[in-house]
């Protein structure tokens, strides 16, 4: 079973369009991320929620809109899709695992907008 | 908060030798996380060592940690192909919940 799991696993896509990355876990966790990974290989949070409630919003444009409807699930829905949005897209819960808490990453959605 | 920043930012070596990557942080903290990524993959949780815990092992993993240095280590022995990986430190400071920020990563490539 994939602890961490988030669809679409790529995804191409033309400037000025919408798109939706969902995520679901299955860990029984209170708490999602996303972040978001540029070419140089940062990791920076965007987002996090804390059971369906909204307690990280870092410095991102207002075009990205996350959206929790219950604590297993969080989407991240892209407004008005610009060049500069092309990155890797990580979900992330957190919780209670075997070396303490720590977070459970799924695996990534390719976003190249064209 | 506060991220890791690992150095060196790439390292290549030889099937069987040693791999030392570095991690600097600037506030006290509660635990220090390392994580692996593969190329094309999400982020795999290593090892977590407390801020009262100055060396753990796990596997072929050695991680050391110097509150006084606010610095830590990951060393891999006897590397192999399949560590090839990118490596990232997350230091957690106990006041900010799960927020673990993430740095550049060091890159390492093991050679056959």
């Known amino acids: 079973d994939t602890a961490v799991s988030q669809t679409p696993k790529y995804l191409v896509t033309q400037m000025g369009n919408d798109k939706s990355i969902k995520c679901e876990q299955n860990?029984?966790?209170?708490?999602m991320y996303w972040y978001k990974q540029d070419s140089k290989k940062f990791l920076k949070i965007m987002f996090s929620?804390?059971?369906?409630?909204?307690?990280i919003n870092e410095t991102v444009p207002n075009r990205f809109s996350p959206k929790s409807p219950d604590k297993a699930h969080l989407n991240l829905h892209i407004n008005s899709l610009e060049l500069g949005d092309s990155a890797v897209y990580f979900c992330?819960?957190?919780?209670?695992?075997?070396?303490?808490?720590?977070?459970?990453f799924g695996e990534g959605s390719w976003l190249t907008v064209v | 908060s506060q991220q890791g920043e690992e150095d060196p930012q790439a390292l290549s070596i030889q099937e069987g030798e040693n791999a030392t990557m570095n991690c600097s942080y600037k506030?006290?903290?509660?635990?220090l996380q390392w994580y692996r990524q593969n190329s094309g993959r999400g982020l795999v949780h290593l090892i977590l060592?407390?801020?009262?815990?100055r060396e753990k092992h796990s596997g072929r993993l050695r991680v050391t940690l110097d509150t006084s240095k606010k610095s830590s280590s990951l060393l891999i022995t006897a590397s192999r192909a399949a560590d090839t990986a990118s490596y990232f430190c997350?230091?957690?400071?106990?006041?900010?919940?799960?927020?673990?920020?993430f740095g550049q990563g060091t890159e390492l490539s093991v050679k056959p």
């Open positions: 992330a819960s957190f919780g209670a695992g075997g070396f303490g808490n720590t977070i459970y």
């Open positions: 860990l029984g966790h209170d708490t």
């Open positions: 929620y804390n059971n369906k409630e909204l307690i």
């Open positions: 506030t006290s903290i509660n635990n």
């Open positions: 060592i407390r801020s009262n815990e």
């Open positions: 997350a230091p957690a400071p106990g006041n900010q919940g799960g927020k673990l920020i």
